[in-house]
């Protein structure tokens, strides 16, 4: 332990801290622009000088290492006139002019800074040269003219993404701030995670969908899981008057400290589709709008009358709603296929393993942010669970080896160190072959090469996601749990949506196949539907469809119920490695749109059935692939 | 003893500052008792006394060579000066003009905007004064006192006037201190 005195407290801390966060821990504040606790210390502002006692400078508290017996002083003259120099030296630089700006007022870490300072002016004459505005992104819109020059978004983009896109050309007082080799950011290699508009302390990167749409003193915050995959990211879903506004991760999430992906942060905000507001039935050929309670009995009836009954739910529904979903089709109405929308293609061989290992096998996902070789089995983690991914791409530079089997198009591919052939209904061959690489080599080079980077790795994890579970049959699986053995790797399966574990702790994994069904109840949600399913519903006489949007599901359906979206219900998911974590409701359902869950409540009520919604203790009766934590 | 004399001029901004002021409602009669309020836009002396007063306050910019004028005088005809809002002290809504120039901004407004006919032409004349950069007013003549706000308080308004009346110069910090 070290010990310091900051402003006459004195402070044990670990060796290696800064006096930054030594401050903090000691409760003194000291002001930053550059610093951001999720990022590297960088000393790029000066915001954060302090006195050291016996020191002949001033010095940078955030990237100045403690040492014993160290005395700090953070507010003396000279250390608040350094501040108040060094801000106006930031104002001065570009066009800082707070009354022009979007994110003044509240929201801008260099405007609240002076505020701290008591600044009411700055001395120094403004430079009055214009910089470029890039507004060619579809998210964001980089205005030069706000920038400090602090490099946290360049940082962020490098350091936690593993993008690499953002960077800096020119030097001193030209520096700009440029996507790839200053390409249009809408043209750059960005890839919208949105994490640099996120860490952005001032108006230089504009989140376009919440511009001037309210500040942080004028919203609401609704933490919860993201429920676009099954990473499980913590995300903030702000709000204003029951609209929505924005979507921020959590920066002090365990799991995605702060990330998101488009498909987190931006699309759930660019939903197009037509919103289901009210009950349809079919009546002559056409869907009429009625009353919930008709649409209820003429479903009730429906589908008691057919025990040729197909019930299927979107896996990103919350697991009391498929608890419920399943209880009501499996129990109540003894229908012939209850399964998930994704039909088990993610989960079932990997459960069915749990099942037969009785204990699971799977790794948290933890650990693919401290691995120093990754094999990647038939998934693109750049195209889909984009955080795991971000997680691998982060330290590709840092030596870990990537070696991704596939042989579809894969956008992670690019970033391999070494890239292996995997034609799909080959992983037992391929498997195979690799275990004998690693024991006694092989006369393929990749082969060879791959095999000796998990040979040689410390920390080998090895992903796969639904192609690779669907795909590989009883022996695949068998020799990739050998693998893992053999190599000490741990075992991420990334899984499907977000609650895809969960509806393979319920069962909910059987085929749906045309098999002459009578009835179909189709749990849709807000999920888009696949042609596949709209196909294999053609042919059935009666469909029921639950779901908030219109599609071609609904639109050949014979009972449509409209129910909420995601942001208007609350619930609980179970991510890709045993997570429990609770969804939060932001806004509110428009008028007379009821919850999944309420509507199967009331369709149970028709029924007379009285449905099982111990919901926990049905998600833990099946041994898991990985074990759940419960929060 | 006789009541400090305060004397407030605008230049360019747009009058919301004062505006601001006169939103301070009947506190208008406590600031009289304690002030002689002297030359003003909405009062009809319009310059400084010559022998001085105590307190000078400047609403706006300086954008040409009048505003100049009238800051110097202000300037030197009181003792203390005050830069009320955000124009008179960072140049404000104006000096985004400096981004593109004045002569951009003049042909913007008196040539190409939509509303002006094929004979169009942008004012010239002897007597009218020289457009130049928008300056924050201390970048002309020293400032004693920084207001900002667009528009600053009534309130803040109201008390530092009343502190500037009692001979003590006002602390803008906290929730005093407000830029837009």
């Not at chain 1, 790794?363 to 693919?368: F, G, I, R, T, V």
């Amino acid at each position: 332990m070290i010990n310091l005195t900051i402003d006459g407290k004195t402070i044990d801390v670990q060796e290696g801290t800064t006096v930054l966060e030594a401050a903090e821990a000691a409760g003194v504040f000291i002001p930053t622009l550059c610093h951001h606790p999720q990022l590297t210390p960088y000393g790029g502002c000066r915001l954060c000088m302090v006195e050291v006692e016996g020191a002949r400078t001033l010095q940078p508290s955030c990237t100045l290492p403690v040492t014993d017996g160290m005395v700090i002083n953070t507010s003396t003259q000279k250390v608040l006139d350094a501040r108040k120099f060094v801000l106006t030296l930031i104002f001065s630089e570009r066009n800082h002019f707070c009354m022009y700006c979007q994110v003044s007022n509240g929201d801008c870490e260099l405007q609240n800074r002076a505020y701290d300072e008591g600044m009411t002016h700055w001395d120094l004459q403004p430079n009055w040269q214009p910089f470029e505005v890039d507004a060619s992104h579809p998210f964001m819109v980089l205005d030069k003219n706000r920038c400090i020059l602090c490099r946290r978004c360049v940082r962020a983009c490098g350091e936690l993404v593993g993008n690499y896109t953002l960077g800096f050309e020119e030097r001193g007082a030209d520096s700009l701030l440029v996507a790839d080799y200053n390409v249009p950011f809408g043209e750059s290699s960005c890839i919208s995670c949105g994490t640099c508009v996120q860490i952005c302390p001032t108006g230089a990167i504009i989140d376009r969908q919440s511009a001037y749409q309210g500040r942080e003193t004028d919203v609401d915050h609704h933490i919860g899981v993201c429920v676009e995959c099954s990473v499980g990211c913590q995300r903030d879903v702000l709000t204003r008057d029951d609209r929505l506004i924005r979507i921020e991760g959590e920066w002090d999430a365990p799991l995605n400290h702060g990330l998101l992906c488009d498909q987190g942060r931006f699309i759930p905000l660019e939903e197009d589709r037509s919103r289901l507001l009210t009950p349809l039935v079919r009546k002559d050929g056409s869907l009429k709008a009625a009353t919930c309670d008709e649409a209820l009995q003429v479903a009730a009836d429906g589908l008691a009358k057919e025990t040729n009954l197909a019930a299927l739910a979107s896996t990103r529904l919350p697991a009391e709603e498929l608890v419920l979903f399943k209880s009501l089709f499996a129990e109540g109405l003894k229908a012939e296929l209850v399964t998930s929308l994704e039909e088990g293609s993610a989960t079932a061989s990997l459960a069915k393993l749990a099942d037969k290992l009785g204990k699971p096998f799977e790794a948290s996902l933890d650990l693919l942010k401290d691995t120093d070789a990754v094999l990647s089995l038939e998934l693109d983690l750049v195209a889909e669970h984009q955080v795991a991914g971000f997680f691998v791409k982060r330290q590709l530079l840092d030596g870990t080896k990537l070696i991704v089997a596939d042989n579809k198009k894969n956008l992670l591919a690019e970033k391999a160190t070494t890239k292996l052939p995997l034609p799909a209904g080959e992983e037992t061959a391929f498997l195979a072959d690799l275990l004998t690489a690693i024991d006694s080599g092989s006369v393929d080079a990749d082969l060879a090469k791959a095999a000796v980077s998990l040979k040689n790795a410390e920390k080998p994890c090895i992903v796969y996601g639904s192609a690779f579970a669907s795909n590989a049959d009883e022996k695949a699986i068998a020799i990739l749990l050998e693998l893992a053995e053999k190599l000490g790797a741990a075992l991420i399966g990334v899984k499907g949506n977000a609650n895809s574990a969960a509806a393979a702790q319920l069962g909910l994994e059987a085929p749906f196949k045309k098999n002459g069904y009578k009835a179909a109840f189709v749990l849709l949600s807000d999920e888009k539907p696949s042609q596949k399913l709209v196909k294999s519903l053609e042919d059935i006489p009666f469909v029921v469809a639950l779901a908030a949007y219109g599609s071609q599901i609904t639109g050949n359906a014979d009972v449509v119920l409209p129910v909420t979206m995601w942001a208007e219900q609350s619930g609980t998911y179970l991510n890709l490695d045993g997570r429990l974590q609770k969804a939060v409701k932001a806004v509110d359902a428009p008028e007379g749109v009821l919850s999944a869950y309420e509507t199967l409540l009331q369709l149970s009520e028709k029924l007379s059935f009285k449905p099982d919604l111990d919901w926990k203790e049905k998600l833990m009766e099946r041994i898991p692939t990985v074990e759940i934590q419960q929060a | 003893m006789s009541k400090p004399k305060v004397a407030s001029d605008w230049l360019c901004g747009c009058a919301g500052c004062h505006m601001s002021l006169l939103d301070i409602d009947e506190r208008i009669l406590q600031l009289v008792e304690l002030v002689d309020l002297r030359s003003t836009p909405i009062t009809d002396l319009k310059e400084p006394d010559e022998d001085g007063v105590t307190v000078g306050i400047l609403e706006g910019g300086i954008n040409n060579t009048y505003n100049e004028e009238v800051a110097k005088k202000m300037r030197e005809r009181c003792k203390i000066l005050v830069a009320l809002g955000d124009c008179a002290v960072f140049g404000g809504i104006p000096a985004m003009r400096n981004f593109f120039g004045a002569e951009a901004a003049l042909q913007r407004a008196y040539v190409d905007a939509e509303s002006n006919d094929s004979e169009a032409k942008i004012p010239a004349s002897v007597e009218l004064a020289q457009m130049t950069h928008v300056r924050a007013v201390h970048e002309v003549v020293p400032v004693d006192v920084f207001i900002p706000g667009c528009p600053p308080d009534a309130d803040v308004i109201f008390y530092a006037l009343v502190e500037l009346a009692n001979g003590r110069i006002p602390e803008i910090k906290n929730d005093k201190l407000h830029w837009h």
